[in-house]
């Protein structure tokens, strides 16, 4: 079975602080993405990856940065966190192919004091 | 840019009545794919459409493509507690990775 993880269920950080959110899949697949989710706005695509080292800005990049240097490893990067980017942070991974299947890990709840 | 509208946004069913919901896409699609997330849980995948007019089936979920590749729909019949959740459709549109876009889901209750 395809194992998707992050790093953290639950998170609290305060305003202005520099968070890292970790996400890791087992089954060397070459995309990774991204995604915040609201209630009434479904999951909104952040960034995505296709290849080591290679990033594709999504729908809302805006005060995001992500850092893929190995295949299995996503991590996304608030640099400076506001309040407005409380959410649930999904991580999702899929195979070669553009549309094939995601893979979504459990989810992390940021929430930003 | 790609525009998705899934509606309703809420429904409330009894055990046993059926349950529609529909994804409609401003522009035509590569193909579509069906998710379901359960209360506190992650999306998972339940189906890909590709051809225009699709229909596939799945035990008592029916997944339907349109004819123009711009709109789908999800029907349960007879739906039943473990069909609770929200489901999500998630429109590819052209080559491009950042033509994925999701709807904003469906939230489906049902009283047993």
């Known amino acids: 079975d395809v194992k998707v993880t992050q790093s953290s269920r639950y998170l609290v950080k305060r305003t202005g602080e520099k968070v890292f959110l970790e996400c890791v899949q087992d089954?060397?697949?070459?995309?990774m993405f991204w995604y915040r989710q609201d209630p009434g706005l479904g999951l909104r695509l952040i960034y995505f990856?296709?290849?080591?080292?290679?990033?594709e800005k999504g729908d809302i990049p805006e005060g995001y940065s992500v850092s893929r240097e190995k295949k299995e490893r996503f991590s996304l990067i608030l640099e400076s966190a506001s309040t407005n980017q409380t959410s649930m942070y999904l991580c999702?991974?899929?195979?070669?192919?553009?549309?094939?299947?995601?893979?979504f890990g459990p989810g992390t709840r940021l929430t930003v004091l | 840019g790609q525009q998705v509208m899934q509606i309703p946004q809420y429904q409330h069913v009894q055990e046993g009545e059926d349950f529609t919901t529909y994804c409609n896409s401003s522009?035509?699609?590569?193909?579509i794919q069906w998710y379901k997330q359960r209360p506190g849980g992650h999306p998972v995948f339940l189906i890909q459409?590709?051809?225009?007019?699709e229909v596939k089936k799945q035990k008592r979920l029916t997944f339907q493509f349109g004819e123009a590749k711009k709109n789908s729909s999800l029907h349960i019949t007879a739906t039943q507690t473990t069909d609770v959740g929200t489901y999500f459709c998630?429109?590819?549109?052209?080559?491009?990775?950042?033509?994925?876009?999701f709807g904003q889901g469906t939230i489906l209750t049902v009283h047993p």
């Open positions: 522009t035509t699609l590569s193909n």
């Open positions: 998630l429109c590819a549109g052209g080559t491009s990775y950042g033509k994925l876009t």
């Open positions: 089954m060397d697949h070459e995309n």
């Open positions: 459409l590709v051809k225009s007019g």
């Open positions: 990856s296709y290849d080591v080292k290679m990033k």
């Open positions: 999702a991974s899929s195979p070669r192919l553009a549309y094939n299947e995601q893979f």
